[in-house]
């Protein structure tokens, strides 16, 4: 299986250290994640639909509960 090493300075690897325990998964599950979701572009998407839903909503009248 192909393979991808990355080099990362001390402050670096302890942002992804710290990431990936919040997540709950290891390092190298949370890269992997990472890096497939910005290739796939995953963030773009996230803002489109929130532009989409914001658009239709705008409208709308919010009333206290």
Request: glycine share 4%; charged share 30%; with cysteine.
């Amino acid at each position: 299986m192909p393979a991808l090493n990355l080099e990362f300075d001390d402050d670096q690897i302890e942002v992804v250290r710290s990431a990936a325990r919040r997540a709950g998964t290891s390092m190298r599950t949370f890269c992997k994640v990472a890096v497939l979701d910005r290739a796939a572009g995953r963030q773009a998407r996230i803002e489109a639909i929130v532009a989409e839903v914001a658009a239709r909503s705008s409208g709308l009248q919010v009333h206290d509960l």
